[in-house]
């Protein structure tokens, strides 16, 4: 008999933090996605620091910065010293200071999508898995009615729902709103692979021995799917989560750039890069920024997602 | 199996094999300075505890690690070639040419998306180069119809045959090219007594036939005594002992050894005395026989019956609403445990054993009969929450595999409170106090609390399992096959502690296994199962030693 | 076998009836009117309710709906704005008065452009991604594995809309060294064709291959692990062949039904790259419908996507059952 | 103007914009055969590459500059414009002359040329002229011009008007259209009509033969009488011309017949054809673009690269005008109002969408383009607005102003034209909500809607002929409905006055008393806030040579292209 070691008990969690501490690129990558966290917050005191803001208008407010056709005057979109990042074509806004709010609303969207396509794919995914059955069945088919369509479109069209029958004439659709219509919207689609992921690992762990044993102690039903299943489960979620968290990301951009995402002047990534493409011939530097941060920002979650599945994956150590 | 002719240089030659494995949480080595000779014809059991390194030895014989991931130091000299030097083009040769070998788990060892006919003949093509698809199909067919399948289920894919015929392909497709050295990695395990003794003869035969010299890997100390010429106990990596298997087996020098041997209960085995394990090899407490039987069998109390008890499983509809046939698991068992015995239920896989004991358990809806406990119906326990959770305080079970029983992510603590949050409203600290005391019965300690499956060994496990059976003080205890997954050294443990318990306790139990004289070592009375159905039942001395009905007495005639 | 047809065929049929009619309830919440469209810019409101009566516009959605489903099936005649009939033959998905062209036809009319854009990136997909991710796979941990590994992570990362317009601002803008992005039919000039669509098929292939490279890595590395590709290299076999007829078949299955996926939703139209390389394919079309509020596009093009993914995942599930033995249905 | 943007080398030079307006030729102008083009060659095919198809090609439901510029190549009308150097005269096309009223210009009569003939060769009849001007009162016809059946039934309510003659096909021949012989047409309308001339241009006023009106189709191939003839049409992907061999050119003083073929294609993305177009690839140097516009992409481009700004043809997009438009009933004080004009930042919007290529800042109502056309500035500001004096008048406003609501269809551009404004409404204390709509919501939501709930929009529009005829009474008559008189602006004076000049029964009169009203009057009141005289740029290839901005549908018009090389 082995004997056990003596050091602190170390649950799967335990045993996964430590793995990924071991991971360099792991880290480096929490390090980008945590910077970008930090940006995100400290945008307003950075704008402070900065000078600048992300609405003013300061090409159109101080002649000299634009052309009379709205195209910065010096070269490369306009960087100096005294706008960082150089400025936006036509309005003349201070693109460093758009790029730092747009983290925010990146993040935000993405964030609050993810926390509820966790919370709904787990409760269906958990409980149809351990149901089957008729829900089983009818879970399948809206799945697939779900996978099937189209997401792009649905959002696409719904913009201008939301807009005129929700929103009164006399008031500017409010920023909640937006955000609220793009995160459902994310969530009802995106829970459906979680959920299916999910329902397929329970209904292995269903088979697994432990919870007929749940059962043979005279465990309920909700003793089981919330003390037995759900701790099992956190890992495939955590790995999702880290891995859908940048998808929605860039759907968020893709959207914007489409012209129904978070509309102005709440800065926005995809939009930049909408403008940046109307004006990539005369200014490309305007379409690399928001290009080549929304690609940083995306490669490090992913990086991420990777080294978190790798670092709960059981066969990598133990 | 014995070898007609052991002259001349070895055939397989090891010298110094060190195998140690790298990976993301450091270096492990899995053997340690290995050597051995294995002359023509000659067959070497390779025994030890699991985990011991005998795969490893086998499968750097045939050069199959990972380099990336492997170091290999010492020499393997196949036909005067060293496998740990040589090229990927000399190992091609060599492998399935020279050297072949049975891999441990025949169902993943098959190719699911190949027939096993072309499996076989694909082996043969690769080392007679000029030989014909037709020539090979037909090499293929020839050799199965040797290992006993016959020659139209060639066509067929490896899930569509039992776990014995997949065992018997490998072996065909090890043999097809004739090779000099077979490898031959617990090629029964899985496997019930009777197909274990028909795979074992068919591979003395074919070993005979061909003079093929053959390393029988194996834990089990049974099949190496009726095999093997000589044998080599592994432990941790290294070589413990390695002699005649005769000499080891009446006169073995290592502590260990004589554990490795004892620890398995034989039929001669005197029943219920405590075992030797590797930590306590010459076992002191009880080494009397366990007296039982004495009384009269109707003036016991039932505690636990099942009449005519009927299982169908699956089934289901088709699309137009046809009802597909189901499987027959249990037809009619009937049945009784009486407070404080022991029943053991005995079968081969597929029998039923494990359903019977489910439907007791309350886990199992049954078809058709009546489940009583202690007088009162439970046959609808396990649609009737009420009735199953009443059920549980009185019943328990023991599970086959202590790794899946227990929910990895749960502490100890957790797992064995479970039953006490259900049936008591003890408070948390009592449900602690209470967690403790289990752990101690079953030779855990306090300090195993806060910890996550995992971090136990294959015994430790089947202790905690044991701990959160016993936490309702339940009258009846239904083990299924609880130390088929054990290591005979550990399950000696297991056994012991079941049996200290009993005796503690005054616990009645059904004991589920395949392994006959486990059951005979801790039993009172025996039933034997076969197809779902009850063949008979009886004192274990009747059962053992005056088998009524001829299933039995093939079953006890298969043992090794 | 049979049955399986029958019954992936009904689901199929079910899915996609639920799509229509989600896809048809959610737009007719729009806020602005097919009539308003077909009428043009100048019309009033007694003027638009005219056209709305003639077109049929102003009965319940329900009957609406069922006249859309018996078109669909068996074909109807629709009502143009001056009330003249238009024959609509079955498979009818309505007209466009916003195209001025039944829907059916509007969308077979671009279904060649998104069909080679498909067909470009799929072509990209297998070879590249499923290729690169088998090389990865093979010599994990080596240069040439990491290299692999870091371009298909960026891949995965990317923005088509950002690297579209990146690549066409050095490859076509900057140096010239490709052509313009466009689409000229093959039967025209095949090699216009070609030339016109490589950029586009590369950027759209290599973004979604990046996800096969990494998938098919991940399954390779999977099964290269099991006892029967062991077995096989036991047997005497190369390297390289086990992988080929063994290892790779057995990580077939989830590649299969992600591709199964991707060809279904490729084939609905690739929204983005169409808007980034302005190729009027379906998918343009369905965005361009969205924005207009041509009701009868956007179901007509809602149903195609559907569809197309519908019968591809039922495709990838057949294939994965020929490929392995143990799914194989009866 | 500011002179931004660029002509086409060969193009007609425009010398002196604000005289675009359209003169009225004699009878000798509308003689035939029409001022050859400088330099002209005949042959080859001219490609024409639009991401959109025509929305309609039936002449009685076209009602865009764009679609009757187009038109132009197959069919003709009784009217028509005749350019020279850029400058329009509005001559007699199918007609002799540009009509001749009588009855206090109740009634016009028309008589037709010799030779003129339709594609088969059968002679156009003055009935074809009336059964064309017949159907514009059928059912199907709402989407082109409402002006025939409003003013031959003297009804002002289309629907009124349709409910007297439901067009040929319903209700026969139409009383009030006489044709006594196969050359004469005579107009009997219930009021004096000035404008008839410019109405018998637009392409409501083309023949149609009975026998050749095959209803719905008609709309995909029209019966040419013009110098081409379509030979195949396939909706939203191509249409092909080829010459017409009946057209004869002595007939008709307008149109060209240089090129071969001409060959339409839809669908290619703008971006694509007009690189092409710029840089000479494919067809490029042979191809023009009369719908696109040169996207906003490469403008940049063409500015800084003489050779392709050569290919840049930049003209006033017709009488098109962008106003920011109040809505007077809610924003009813005209101190609000006046500090709405001077806050609005007409340079900073414009820089918003592109720059001056995008149009000249306005301080009239009317387009330069007009007949009668005067420049005046009712409350000078700089192009930069005028934050202080707005905030004087916003002190003089009976209750305080805090926020406005301000709808536009959302594009990118427009989105930044709302941060423009919201940015200087800001400066003087005025909260500003922006309600972005795609345009189908927009249009229903603000443009049709008759009481929409929003302060400000921005609108473009023009008049259906180059003189106020069809704007100010229109807009500012407070008696008509809010689809007309979207600013919602009422004055009596105004309406008295309105009333007087229909009366007039001669068209530049008539357009001078309604620039005088505009000016002295309405504008005083500022209903709405002049911004741009919209421009609009098209590129050309390379050969093809006439392409110019045609001054009153302001587009390229492909009746004067030819081929250089060919
Ligand atoms: N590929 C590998 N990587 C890392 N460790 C390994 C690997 N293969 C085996 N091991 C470790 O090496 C040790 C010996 O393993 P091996 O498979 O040889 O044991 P065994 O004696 O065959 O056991 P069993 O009877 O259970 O088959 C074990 O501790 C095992 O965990
Ligand atoms: N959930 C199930 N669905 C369908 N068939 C089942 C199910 N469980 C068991 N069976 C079938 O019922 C029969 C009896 O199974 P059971 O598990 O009781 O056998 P056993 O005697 O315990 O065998 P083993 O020794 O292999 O554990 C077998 O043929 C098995 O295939
Ligand atoms: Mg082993
Ligand atoms: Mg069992």
């Given at each position: 008999?082995?004997?056990?070691?003596?050091?602190?008990?170390?649950?799967?969690?335990?045993?996964?933090?430590?793995?990924?501490?071991?991971?360099?690129?792991?880290?480096?990558?929490?390090?980008?996605?945590?910077?970008?966290?930090?940006?995100?917050?400290?945008?307003?005191?950075?704008?402070?620091?900065?000078?600048?803001?992300?609405?003013?208008?300061?090409?159109?407010?101080?002649?000299?910065?634009?052309?009379?056709?709205?195209?910065?005057?010096?070269?490369?979109?306009?960087?100096?010293?005294?706008?960082?990042?150089?400025?936006?074509?036509?309005?003349?806004?201070?693109?460093?200071?758009?790029?730092?709010?747009?983290?925010?609303?990146?993040?935000?969207?993405?964030?609050?999508?993810?926390?509820?396509?966790?919370?709904?794919?787990?409760?269906?995914?958990?409980?149809?898995?351990?149901?089957?059955?008729?829900?089983?069945?009818?879970?399948?088919?809206?799945?697939?009615?779900?996978?099937?369509?189209?997401?792009?479109?649905?959002?696409?069209?719904?913009?201008?729902?939301?807009?005129?029958?929700?929103?009164?004439?006399?008031?500017?659709?409010?920023?909640?709103?937006?955000?609220?219509?793009?995160?459902?919207?994310?969530?009802?689609?995106?829970?459906?692979?979680?959920?299916?992921?999910?329902?397929?690992?329970?209904?292995?762990?269903?088979?697994?021995?432990?919870?007929?044993?749940?059962?043979?102690?005279?465990?309920?039903?909700?003793?089981?799917?919330?003390?037995?299943?759900?701790?099992?489960?956190?890992?495939?979620?955590?790995?999702?989560?880290?891995?859908?968290?940048?998808?929605?990301?860039?759907?968020?951009?893709?959207?914007?750039?489409?012209?129904?995402?978070?509309?102005?002047?709440?800065?926005?990534?995809?939009?930049?890069?909408?403008?940046?493409?109307?004006?990539?011939?005369?200014?490309?530097?305007?379409?690399?920024?928001?290009?080549?941060?929304?690609?940083?920002?995306?490669?490090?979650?992913?990086?991420?997602?990777?080294?978190?599945?790798?670092?709960?994956?059981?066969?990598?150590?133990? | 199996?014995?070898?007609?002719?052991?002259?001349?240089?070895?055939?397989?030659?090891?010298?110094?094999?060190?195998?140690?494995?790298?990976?993301?949480?450091?270096?492990?080595?899995?053997?340690?300075?290995?050597?051995?000779?294995?002359?023509?014809?000659?067959?070497?059991?390779?025994?030890?505890?699991?985990?011991?390194?005998?795969?490893?030895?086998?499968?750097?014989?045939?050069?199959?690690?990972?380099?990336?991931?492997?170091?290999?130091?010492?020499?393997?000299?196949?036909?005067?070639?060293?496998?740990?030097?040589?090229?990927?083009?000399?190992?091609?040769?060599?492998?399935?040419?020279?050297?072949?070998?049975?891999?441990?788990?025949?169902?993943?060892?098959?190719?699911?998306?190949?027939?096993?006919?072309?499996?076989?003949?694909?082996?043969?093509?690769?080392?007679?180069?000029?030989?014909?698809?037709?020539?090979?199909?037909?090499?293929?067919?020839?050799?199965?119809?040797?290992?006993?399948?016959?020659?139209?289920?060639?066509?067929?894919?490896?899930?569509?045959?039992?776990?014995?015929?997949?065992?018997?392909?490998?072996?065909?497709?090890?043999?097809?090219?004739?090779?000099?050295?077979?490898?031959?990695?617990?090629?029964?395990?899985?496997?019930?007594?009777?197909?274990?003794?028909?795979?074992?003869?068919?591979?003395?035969?074919?070993?005979?036939?061909?003079?093929?010299?053959?390393?029988?890997?194996?834990?089990?100390?049974?099949?190496?005594?009726?095999?093997?010429?000589?044998?080599?106990?592994?432990?941790?990596?290294?070589?413990?002992?390695?002699?005649?298997?005769?000499?080891?087996?009446?006169?073995?020098?290592?502590?260990?050894?004589?554990?490795?041997?004892?620890?398995?209960?034989?039929?001669?085995?005197?029943?219920?005395?405590?075992?030797?394990?590797?930590?306590?090899?010459?076992?002191?407490?009880?080494?009397?026989?366990?007296?039982?039987?004495?009384?009269?069998?109707?003036?016991?109390?039932?505690?636990?019956?099942?009449?005519?008890?009927?299982?169908?499983?699956?089934?289901?509809?088709?699309?137009?609403?046809?009802?597909?046939?189901?499987?027959?698991?249990?037809?009619?068992?009937?049945?009784?445990?009486?407070?404080?015995?022991?029943?053991?239920?005995?079968?081969?896989?597929?029998?039923?054993?494990?359903?019977?004991?489910?439907?007791?358990?309350?886990?199992?809806?049954?078809?058709?009969?009546?489940?009583?406990?202690?007088?009162?119906?439970?046959?609808?326990?396990?649609?009737?929450?009420?009735?199953?959770?009443?059920?549980?305080?009185?019943?328990?079970?023991?599970?086959?595999?202590?790794?899946?029983?227990?929910?990895?992510?749960?502490?100890?603590?957790?797992?064995?409170?479970?039953?006490?949050?259900?049936?008591?409203?003890?408070?948390?600290?009592?449900?602690?106090?209470?967690?403790?005391?289990?752990?101690?019965?079953?030779?855990?300690?306090?300090?195993?609390?806060?910890?996550?499956?995992?971090?136990?060994?294959?015994?430790?496990?089947?202790?905690?399992?044991?701990?959160?059976?016993?936490?309702?003080?339940?009258?009846?205890?239904?083990?299924?096959?609880?130390?088929?997954?054990?290591?005979?050294?550990?399950?000696?443990?297991?056994?012991?502690?079941?049996?200290?318990?009993?005796?503690?306790?005054?616990?009645?139990?059904?004991?589920?296994?395949?392994?006959?004289?486990?059951?005979?070592?801790?039993?009172?009375?025996?039933?034997?199962?076969?197809?779902?159905?009850?063949?008979?039942?009886?004192?274990?001395?009747?059962?053992?030693?005056?088998?009524?009905?001829?299933?039995?007495?093939?079953?006890?005639?298969?043992?090794? | 076998?049979?049955?399986?047809?029958?019954?992936?065929?009904?689901?199929?049929?079910?899915?996609?009836?639920?799509?229509?009619?989600?896809?048809?309830?959610?737009?007719?919440?729009?806020?602005?009117?097919?009539?308003?469209?077909?009428?043009?810019?100048?019309?009033?409101?007694?003027?638009?309710?005219?056209?709305?009566?003639?077109?049929?516009?102003?009965?319940?959605?329900?009957?609406?709906?069922?006249?859309?489903?018996?078109?669909?099936?068996?074909?109807?005649?629709?009502?143009?704005?001056?009330?003249?009939?238009?024959?609509?033959?079955?498979?009818?998905?309505?007209?466009?008065?916003?195209?001025?062209?039944?829907?059916?036809?509007?969308?077979?009319?671009?279904?060649?452009?998104?069909?080679?854009?498909?067909?470009?990136?799929?072509?990209?997909?297998?070879?590249?991604?499923?290729?690169?991710?088998?090389?990865?796979?093979?010599?994990?941990?080596?240069?040439?594995?990491?290299?692999?590994?870091?371009?298909?992570?960026?891949?995965?990362?990317?923005?088509?809309?950002?690297?579209?317009?990146?690549?066409?601002?050095?490859?076509?803008?900057?140096?010239?060294?490709?052509?313009?992005?466009?689409?000229?039919?093959?039967?025209?000039?095949?090699?216009?064709?070609?030339?016109?669509?490589?950029?586009?098929?590369?950027?759209?292939?290599?973004?979604?291959?990046?996800?096969?490279?990494?998938?098919?890595?991940?399954?390779?590395?999977?099964?290269?692990?099991?006892?029967?590709?062991?077995?096989?290299?036991?047997?005497?076999?190369?390297?390289?062949?086990?992988?080929?007829?063994?290892?790779?078949?057995?990580?077939?299955?989830?590649?299969?039904?992600?591709?199964?996926?991707?060809?279904?939703?490729?084939?609905?139209?690739?929204?983005?790259?169409?808007?980034?390389?302005?190729?009027?394919?379906?998918?343009?079309?369905?965005?361009?419908?969205?924005?207009?509020?041509?009701?009868?596009?956007?179901?007509?093009?809602?149903?195609?996507?559907?569809?197309?993914?519908?019968?591809?995942?039922?495709?990838?599930?057949?294939?994965?059952?020929?490929?392995?033995?143990?799914?194989?249905?009866? | 103007?500011?002179?931004?943007g660029a002509q086409g080398d060969d193009a007609p030079s425009v010398s002196d914009?604000?005289?675009?307006?359209?003169?009225?030729?004699?009878?000798?102008?509308?003689?035939g055969p029409a001022p050859e083009v400088r330099g002209a060659r005949r042959g080859g095919t001219i490609h024409v590459?639009?991401?959109?198809?025509?929305?309609?090609?039936?002449?009685?439901?076209?009602?865009?500059?764009?679609?009757?510029n187009?038109?132009l190549l197959?069919?003709?009308?009784?009217?028509?414009y005749q350019v020279v150097d850029g400058k329009a005269k509005?001559?007699?096309?199918?007609?002799?002359?540009?009509?001749?009223?009588?009855?206090?210009?109740?009634?016009?009569?028309?008589?037709?040329?010799?030779?003129?003939?339709?594609?088969?060769?059968?002679?156009?009849?003055?009935?074809?002229?009336?059964?064309?001007?017949?159907?514009?009162?059928?059912?199907?016809?709402?989407?082109?011009?409402?002006?025939?059946?409003?003013?031959?039934?003297?009804?002002?309510?289309?629907?009124?008007?349709?409910?007297?003659?439901?067009?040929?096909?319903?209700?026969?021949?139409?009383?009030?259209?006489?044709?006594?012989?196969?050359?004469?047409?005579?107009?009997?309308?219930?009021?004096?009509?000035?404008?008839?001339?410019?109405?018998?241009?637009?392409?409501?006023?083309?023949?149609?033969?009975?026998?050749?009106?095959?209803?719905?189709?008609?709309?995909?191939?029209?019966?040419?009488?013009g110098p081409y003839?379509?030979?195949?049409?396939?909706?939203?992907?191509?249409?092909?011309l080829?010459r017409?061999?009946?057209w004869?050119a002595e007939?008709d003083p307008i149109r060209h017949q240089y090129a071969d073929r001409f060959a339409?294609?839809?669908?290619?993305?703008?971006?694509?054809?007009?690189?092409?177009i710029l840089?000479g690839?494919?067809d490029g140097a042979n191809t023009v673009t009369t719908?696109?516009?040169?996207?906003?992409?490469?403008?940049?481009?063409?500015?800084?690269?003489p050779k392709k700004k050569r290919l840049v043809v930049d003209g006033?997009?017709?009488?098109?005008?962008?106003?920011?438009?109040?809505?007077?009933?809610?924003?009813?004080?005209?101190?609000?109002?006046?500090?709405?004009?001077?806050?609005?930042?007409?340079?900073?919007?414009?820089?918003?969408?592109?720059?001056?290529?995008?149009?000249?800042?306005?301080?009239?109502?009317?387009?330069?383009?007009?007949?009668?056309?005067?420049?005046?500035?009712?409350?000078?500001?700089?192009?930069?607005?005028?934050?202080?004096?707005?905030?004087?008048?916003?002190?003089?406003?009976?209750?305080?102003?805090?926020?406005?609501?301000?709808?536009?269809?959302?594009?990118?551009?427009?989105?930044?034209?709302?941060?423009?404004?919201?940015?200087?409404?800001?400066?003087?204390?005025?909260?500003?909500?922006?309600?972005?709509?795609?345009?189908?919501?927009?249009?229903?939501?603000?443009?049709?809607?008759?009481?929409?709930?929003?302060?400000?929009?921005?609108?473009?529009?023009?008049?259906?002929?180059?003189?106020?005829?069809?704007?100010?009474?229109?807009?500012?008559?407070?008696?008509?409905?809010?689809?007309?008189?979207?600013?919602?602006?009422?004055?009596?004076?105004?309406?008295?006055?309105?009333?007087?000049?229909?009366?007039?029964?001669?068209?530049?009169?008539?357009?001078?008393?309604?620039?005088?009203?505009?000016?002295?009057?309405?504008?005083?009141?500022?209903?709405?806030?002049?911004?741009?005289?919209?421009?609009?740029?098209q590129a050309r290839g390379e050969n093809v040579g006439g392409a110019f901005i045609h001054p009153?549908?302001?587009t390229i018009s492909p009746a004067w292209l030819y081929l250089k090389k060919s």
């Amino acid at each position: 008999m082995a004997d056990v070691q003596t050091q602190e008990p170390r649950g799967p969690f335990a045993v996964a933090l430590r793995a990924f501490r071991r991971d360099r690129l792991g880290l480096a990558s929490l390090g980008v996605v945590l910077l970008f966290a930090v940006l995100a917050l400290a945008a307003p005191l950075i704008a402070v620091l900065y000078g600048k803001n992300p609405t003013e208008h300061y090409g159109q407010n101080e002649p000299g910065l634009l052309s009379a056709e709205g195209l910065p005057v010096l070269p490369n979109g306009g960087m100096s010293g005294e706008f960082w990042f150089g400025l936006e074509p036509g309005l003349g806004r201070d693109v460093l200071t758009q790029l730092l709010y747009g983290i925010r609303t990146s993040l935000l969207v993405a964030v609050a999508a993810i926390v509820l396509i966790a919370v709904v794919g787990v409760v269906l995914g958990v409980t149809v898995g351990y149901l089957s059955g008729l829900a089983d069945r009818a879970f399948t088919f809206v799945c697939n009615v779900l996978l099937a369509f189209p997401t792009l479109l649905l959002l696409l069209a719904l913009s201008p729902v939301i807009q005129t029958r929700f929103v009164s004439p006399g008031e500017n659709e409010p920023a909640w709103m937006q955000f609220t219509v793009l995160v459902l919207v994310f969530a009802a689609f995106g829970w459906v692979p979680l959920a299916m992921m999910l329902r397929t690992t329970v209904r292995s762990l269903r088979e697994r021995e432990f919870v007929d044993a749940a059962r043979a102690v005279g465990a309920s039903r909700r003793h089981i799917v919330l003390r037995e299943l759900l701790p099992n489960v956190w890992a495939p979620v955590l790995v999702h989560i880290t891995i859908a968290l940048p998808g929605i990301v860039t759907a968020e951009a893709a959207l914007s750039f489409l012209g129904v995402g978070i509309s102005e002047p709440i800065p926005d990534w995809g939009r930049m890069i909408a403008r940046g493409a109307e004006v990539f011939y005369d200014d490309p530097t305007y379409m690399f920024f928001p290009g080549v941060t929304i690609l940083v920002f995306v490669v490090a979650f992913n990086l991420l997602g990777d080294c978190v599945r790798d670092a709960l994956d059981p066969r990598t150590h133990r | 199996m014995t070898a007609h002719e052991k002259t001349g240089a070895p055939v397989l030659s090891v010298r110094d094999l060190t195998v140690s494995f790298t990976g993301p949480r450091g270096t492990v080595t899995a053997a340690e300075g290995v050597s051995f000779d294995l002359a023509r014809g000659e067959v070497l059991g390779l025994v030890g505890e699991s985990g011991s390194g005998k795969s490893t030895v086998g499968l750097a014989a045939m050069g199959l690690h990972d380099p990336a991931r492997t170091t290999i130091r010492g020499t393997v000299e196949v036909g005067g070639t060293d496998v740990v030097g040589a090229g990927e083009a000399r190992l091609k040769e060599l492998r399935g040419g020279r050297i072949a070998m049975v891999f441990q788990d025949a169902l993943a060892s098959l190719s699911p998306f190949h027939a096993v006919g072309a499996q076989l003949a694909e082996a043969y093509r690769l080392h007679h180069k000029d030989a014909g698809r037709g020539e090979a199909r037909a090499r293929a067919v020839e050799m199965l119809e040797r290992v006993g399948i016959a020659a139209a289920r060639a066509r067929d894919y490896p899930h569509q045959f039992s776990g014995g015929m997949r065992q018997r392909v490998m072996i065909a497709m090890a043999l097809i090219n004739h090779p000099d050295v077979l490898i031959a990695d617990e090629p029964t395990t899985a496997l019930d007594a009777r197909v274990q003794r028909q795979v074992l003869d068919l591979l003395g035969e074919l070993q005979r036939e061909y003079g093929t010299a053959v390393v029988l890997v194996t834990h089990d100390v049974d099949m190496v005594a009726a095999a093997t010429d000589r044998m080599l106990v592994m432990r941790h990596g290294r070589t413990v002992e390695q002699g005649s298997t005769h000499q080891l087996l009446t006169a073995a020098t290592h502590p260990y050894t004589r554990a490795l041997i004892g620890a398995a209960p034989s039929l001669e085995t005197v029943p219920g005395t405590r075992l030797p394990t590797v930590d306590a090899p010459e076992p002191t407490a009880r080494t009397n026989a366990r007296v039982w039987g004495a009384v009269d069998e109707g003036k016991r109390t039932t505690l636990a019956e099942v009449s005519d008890l009927r299982v169908e499983f699956g089934g289901g509809r088709t699309l137009l609403g046809r009802r597909r046939p189901g499987t027959q698991a249990v037809r009619g068992v009937s049945l009784r445990v009486a407070e404080g015995e022991t029943l053991g239920l005995v079968g081969e896989s597929g029998s039923g054993k494990s359903t019977t004991a489910r439907v007791l358990a309350g886990l199992q809806k049954p078809t058709g009969g009546t489940v009583r406990f202690d007088g009162r119906d439970i046959t609808r326990a396990a649609e009737e929450t009420a009735l199953r959770r009443a059920l549980s305080r009185e019943v328990q079970l023991v599970f086959q595999d202590p790794y899946a029983s227990l929910n990895p992510r749960r502490t100890v603590e957790e797992i064995v409170t479970t039953p006490l949050r259900v049936h008591t409203d003890l408070s948390r600290q009592e449900r602690r106090d209470r967690a403790a005391e289990l752990l101690e019965q079953v030779g855990l300690s306090t300090g195993h609390l806060p910890r996550y499956p995992h971090e136990f060994s294959g015994g430790q496990r089947q202790r905690i399992g044991i701990a959160r059976a016993l936490a309702p003080r339940p009258r009846l205890i239904i083990a299924d096959e609880p130390v088929s997954a054990l290591d005979v050294s550990v399950q000696a443990q297991v056994l012991n502690l079941l049996m200290d318990l009993r005796d503690d306790l005054g616990l009645s139990l059904l004991f589920v296994s395949h392994d006959l004289a486990v059951v005979r070592h801790l039993c009172d009375r025996v039933a034997v199962m076969h197809h779902g159905g009850i063949v008979e039942t009886g004192s274990r001395d009747e059962v053992f030693d005056n088998p009524q009905e001829p299933y039995t007495k093939e079953l006890l005639a298969a043992r090794l | 076998m049979l049955t399986y047809l029958t019954r992936r065929g009904v689901q199929a049929v079910v899915v996609l009836f639920a799509i229509s009619a989600t896809a048809f309830a959610l737009f007719y919440a729009a806020p602005s009117d097919p009539a308003a469209i077909a009428c043009g810019p100048k019309c009033d409101a007694t003027q638009i309710a005219a056209v709305r009566h003639s077109m049929g516009l102003d009965q319940p959605v329900l009957a609406q709906y069922a006249d859309y489903l018996r078109g669909l099936v068996a074909g109807r005649t629709i009502r143009d704005v001056d009330g003249s009939a238009i024959a609509c033959d079955a498979p009818c998905l309505g007209y466009s008065y916003a195209l001025h062209e039944p829907v059916l036809s509007a969308i077979t009319g671009r279904f060649p452009v998104t069909l080679s854009l498909a067909g470009g990136a799929l072509a990209v997909i297998v070879v590249a991604g499923i290729g690169a991710g088998f090389v990865s796979a093979l010599r994990r941990g080596s240069l040439g594995d990491r290299l692999l590994s870091g371009f298909t992570l960026i891949g995965a990362s990317v923005q088509i809309y950002f690297l579209g317009y990146a690549l066409q601002y050095l490859l076509v803008y900057s140096t010239g060294w490709l052509p313009l992005p466009g689409y000229t039919p093959p039967g025209e000039d095949l090699a216009a064709w070609a030339a016109g669509l490589l950029l586009p098929c590369l950027v759209l292939g290599f973004v979604n291959a990046a996800v096969f490279a990494r998938l098919s890595r991940a399954q390779l590395l999977e099964v290269m692990h099991e006892g029967y590709v062991r077995t096989a290299r036991g047997k005497g076999l190369g390297v390289l062949r086990t992988h080929l007829t063994y290892t790779a078949r057995g990580a077939a299955a989830p590649i299969v039904q992600l591709l199964g996926l991707e060809v279904g939703a490729l084939l609905g139209g690739a929204f983005i790259t169409e808007t980034v390389f302005g190729l009027s394919g379906v998918g343009k079309l369905a965005v361009d419908a969205v924005t207009q509020n041509d009701l009868p596009t956007v179901v007509g093009t809602v149903l195609i996507a559907a569809f197309f993914v519908v019968v591809f995942v039922a495709v990838a599930d057949l294939v994965v059952a020929w490929l392995d033995p143990r799914v194989r249905p009866a | 103007s500011s002179g931004a943007g660029a002509q086409g080398d060969d193009a007609p030079s425009v010398s002196d914009e604000p005289n675009l307006t359209a003169g009225i030729g004699t009878a000798e102008d509308s003689a035939g055969p029409a001022p050859e083009v400088r330099g002209a060659r005949r042959g080859g095919t001219i490609h024409v590459a639009n991401l959109r198809d025509a929305s309609h090609l039936d002449p009685q439901k076209i009602y865009a500059g764009e679609a009757y510029n187009t038109s132009l190549l197959w069919g003709r009308q009784l009217t028509q414009y005749q350019v020279v150097d850029g400058k329009a005269k509005l001559v007699g096309d199918l007609a002799t002359d540009t009509g001749r009223p009588s009855d206090g210009s109740r009634t016009w009569t028309y008589t037709l040329k010799d030779g003129i003939a339709w594609e088969d060769g059968k002679p156009i009849t003055s009935k074809h002229v009336k059964y064309g001007i017949e159907r514009t009162f059928a059912p199907g016809f709402e989407l082109g011009p409402p002006y025939w059946p409003q003013w031959l039934t003297g009804k002002q309510d289309l629907a009124q008007a349709r409910k007297v003659y439901g067009g040929p096909k319903k209700d026969g021949d139409f009383k009030g259209i006489e044709t006594p012989d196969d050359k004469t047409i005579v107009l009997h309308f219930k009021k004096p009509q000035s404008d008839v001339p410019f109405m018998a241009a637009q392409s409501s006023s083309s023949p149609v033969r009975p026998d050749k009106d095959t209803g719905t189709k008609y709309d995909l191939k029209p019966f040419a009488t013009g110098p081409y003839r379509i030979v195949e049409h396939q909706q939203n992907q191509s249409m092909t011309l080829e010459r017409n061999p009946h057209w004869k050119a002595e007939t008709d003083p307008i149109r060209h017949q240089y090129a071969d073929r001409f060959a339409f294609t839809f669908e290619k993305k703008e971006l694509n054809t007009a690189q092409e177009i710029l840089n000479g690839r494919g067809d490029g140097a042979n191809t023009v673009t009369t719908k696109n516009e040169l996207p906003p992409e490469l403008y940049g481009e063409a500015n800084r690269d003489p050779k392709k700004k050569r290919l840049v043809v930049d003209g006033r997009r017709g009488a098109f005008t962008y106003h920011l438009v109040i809505r007077n009933d809610r924003v009813a004080d005209p101190e609000v109002r006046k500090a709405i004009h001077y806050l609005f930042p007409r340079q900073q919007a414009r820089q918003a969408l592109g720059g001056p290529r995008v149009g000249d800042i306005a301080s009239t109502y009317s387009s330069p383009a007009i007949v009668g056309y005067e420049k005046y500035d009712a409350y000078p500001v700089a192009p930069t607005g005028d934050i202080k004096k707005a905030e004087e008048h916003l002190a003089k406003a009976e209750k305080p102003v805090k926020s406005l609501s301000y709808a536009y269809e959302s594009t990118a551009a427009n989105d930044r034209v709302a941060q423009v404004l919201v940015e200087a409404f800001a400066k003087a204390g005025i909260t500003l909500v922006t309600k972005p709509m795609p345009l189908p919501a927009y249009t229903n939501e603000v443009a049709r809607n008759a009481d929409p709930k929003y302060d400000l929009w921005m609108s473009g529009s023009s008049v259906d002929w180059p003189t106020p005829a069809t704007g100010v009474p229109y807009r500012f008559d407070s008696r008509r409905d809010s689809l007309d008189n979207d600013p919602r602006y009422k004055n009596p004076a105004v309406d008295r006055e309105l009333d007087r000049i229909a009366r007039i029964g001669d068209a530049t009169e008539k357009a001078k008393a309604l620039v005088a009203l505009e000016k002295d009057t309405i504008m005083k009141d500022v209903p709405l806030v002049p911004f741009l005289h919209q421009r609009v740029q098209q590129a050309r290839g390379e050969n093809v040579g006439g392409a110019f901005i045609h001054p009153i549908y302001g587009t390229i018009s492909p009746a004067w292209l030819y081929l250089k090389k060919s």
